[in-house]
């Protein structure tokens, strides 16, 4: 028999669920008081999210989309980036983007229906927010392609989800990654769910990550609950990327420990069981056990840098209910330079109906 060609996906971890060592540790992150911050920053995002969450149960706040379970990949995937890369976040990587400047008011801004939100002050290049799932990969190409053509040294990051890596654009990105050896890293955040389609429904490959090696591009598979594991992995393909040798895809295996968003219920198709068992990997319980084993953490410094984190979430929850709401036709002031006649008899209306109600209420 002649072979064509042999592949093989490589797996990082370095943490065990109990947060024990696996072999040895990167030597990029081999001092555990280095991760301490990125700690923090997990513990800040799964505050964030609660309060999130609190907030739309209580009818402040839309739609949300819960990040808890994902704290680790995401704070690590934005860790792992420079100030001038380029993010292109699908709908829940919070933790990434706060590491990039994004502030809290702005994603409870945009979840509760204000598009001002996604117009970010901190990290100006960066792309919104994409719910139509993976077109964001195509966005980050195209940025990808414009520092290769400029000879920058900037890398364009985009994330998606499993389901994600099922679609069209996600293939057409790796493509075009592989074909003009672009700095694109391709994070496809595998939390075991698209909605209620479990990832063993998803596609007959038996890695995500195996999908970028059709395109000619690196690919590992990464435990997503290891910090360690995803800032070493972002770090082998960032440099990769920086000297010129291409695009990644990383597939971060983590899991979904809430509903898809808040309009869900899980429990209608997912098993109490399998939620279990993922708490036994929690990406928080993990590093908290590794950092505390070597007395850089305790009960104590938790419990106050908690409440910390609480007192600044409301100062961001109080700034987004204080913001006061657009005018009605500013939804129809952004699009068209020219906005054609049926859309301007459209705005007047709008306008027309707002008065009326104001009226009524007064
Ligand atoms: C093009 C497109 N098709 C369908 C949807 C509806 N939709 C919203 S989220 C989602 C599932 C995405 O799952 P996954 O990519 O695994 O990301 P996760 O939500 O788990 O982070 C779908 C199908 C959409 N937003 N866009
Ligand atoms: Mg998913």
């Known amino acids: 028999m002649t072979i064509a060609a042999t592949f093989e996906i490589e797996y990082l971890q370095y943490l065990d669920a109990n947060g024990e060592p696996v072999g040895d540790l990167p030597p990029a992150f081999k001092d555990p008081e280095a991760l301490l911050p990125l700690f923090k920053q997990m513990l800040f995002v799964r505050t964030f999210d609660t309060k999130a969450i609190a907030l739309q149960r209580t009818g402040k706040l839309g739609t949300y989309a819960s990040c808890l379970g994902h704290e680790a990949t995401h704070v690590g995937i934005g860790a792992s980036m420079e100030k001038d890369d380029v993010f292109a976040p699908s709908y829940r990587e919070y933790g990434a983007q706060f590491m990039r400047g994004v502030q809290a008011r702005e994603i409870l801004l945009y979840w509760g229906g204000d598009e001002r939100g996604n117009d970010f002050e901190g990290p100006r290049n ?90 000619g591009l690196h690919c590992l598979q990464v435990d997503g609950n290891d910090l360690i594991a995803v800032l070493e992995g972002m770090r082998r393909c960032a440099e990769r990327a920086r000297k010129g040798e291409g695009g990644s895809v990383i597939e971060f295996l983590t899991y979904r420990l809430h509903d898809h968003t808040t309009a869900d219920d899980a429990r209608r198709y997912r098993d109490d069981a399998e939620v279990k068992d993922a708490w036994t990997r929690d990406p928080i319980t993990r590093l908290r056990t590794y950092l505390t084993a070597r007395k850089l953490w305790s009960e104590d410094e938790e419990k106050a840098w908690l409440e910390e984190c609480g007192k600044k979430v409301d100062v961001e929850i109080n700034a987004y209910l204080e913001t006061p709401v657009q005018p009605v036709e500013a939804m129809f002031d952004y699009l068209y330079a020219d906005p054609p006649p049926d859309l301007l008899e459209q705005r007047e209306a709008a306008i027309a109906l707002d008065r009326k109600a104001k009226e009524a209420r007064a």
């Open 126 to 215: 960066d792309f919104s927010w994409s719910v139509p799932i993976s077109t964001q990969c195509l966005h980050a190409a195209g940025a990808a392609l414009a520092f290769k053509l400029r000879r920058q040294k900037q890398l364009a990051v985009a994330c998606c989800g499993d389901g994600g890596s099922s679609k069209t654009d996600f293939y057409a990105a790796l493509n075009s990654a592989g074909a003009y050896e672009l700095p694109l890293i391709l994070c496809v955040v595998n939390n075991g769910w698209a909605i209620s389609v479990p990832r063993s429904a998803q596609t007959g490959a038996r890695t995500l990550a195996q999908k970028g090696l059709a395109g």
